[in-house]
């Protein structure tokens, strides 16, 4: 089964070396795509079906905290799930990640621990 991906950052470079890693691990990968906001992130996830969404924190227009929780409130979206990636260091904020369902790598990571964060996020599936 392949496996869709939306990799939220509003870093490009955050962004390239995700989609290569994920390419480099051998993950069965459909389609990635990729957007720089919340907002262009929303709009991806509600018009196409995705399998797994790869988010940043902290964005312009809307932070990866109000895209996720904006994902668990679409009935479609509601059980997707999302991997949070972040140099946020907040514990408040981490935390509030882990109430809205989602996993947590903290930035920088080496390349196996997100393989193994995004493993972990799909259930095994690979």
Do not use: C, W, Y
């Given at each position: 089964?392949?496996?869709?991906?939306?990799?939220?950052?509003d870093?490009?470079?955050?962004?390239k070396?995700?989609?290569?890693?994920?390419?480099?691990?051998?993950?069965?990968?459909?389609?990635?795509?990729?957007?720089?906001?919340?907002?262009?992130?929303?709009?991806?996830?509600e018009?196409?079906?995705?399998?797994?969404?790869?988010?940043?924190?902290?964005?312009?227009?809307?932070?990866?905290?109000?895209?996720?929780?904006?994902?668990?409130?679409?009935?479609?979206?509601?059980?997707?799930?999302?991997?949070?990636?972040?140099?946020?260091?907040?514990?408040?904020?981490?935390?509030?990640?882990?109430?809205?369902?989602?996993?947590?790598?903290?930035?920088?990571?080496?390349?196996?621990?997100?393989?193994?964060?995004?493993?972990?996020?799909?259930?095994?599936?690979?």
């Amino acid at each position: 089964m392949a496996i869709n991906v939306l990799v939220v950052d509003d870093s490009a470079m955050a962004r390239k070396m995700i989609v290569r890693v994920l390419h480099m691990a051998g993950l069965p990968l459909g389609t990635v795509g990729e957007a720089g906001d919340g907002v262009d992130g929303l709009a991806q996830l509600e018009a196409a079906e995705h399998d797994l969404a790869i988010l940043d924190i902290n964005m312009p227009r809307m932070n990866g905290l109000d895209l996720l929780a904006r994902i668990r409130g679409v009935a479609r979206l509601r059980s997707l799930p999302v991997l949070m990636v972040s140099t946020e260091g907040s514990d408040v904020r981490v935390e509030r990640v882990k109430e809205l369902g989602a996993g947590f790598l903290r930035k920088p990571f080496a390349p196996e621990d997100l393989v193994e964060a995004v493993v972990e996020a799909i259930g095994g599936a690979s």
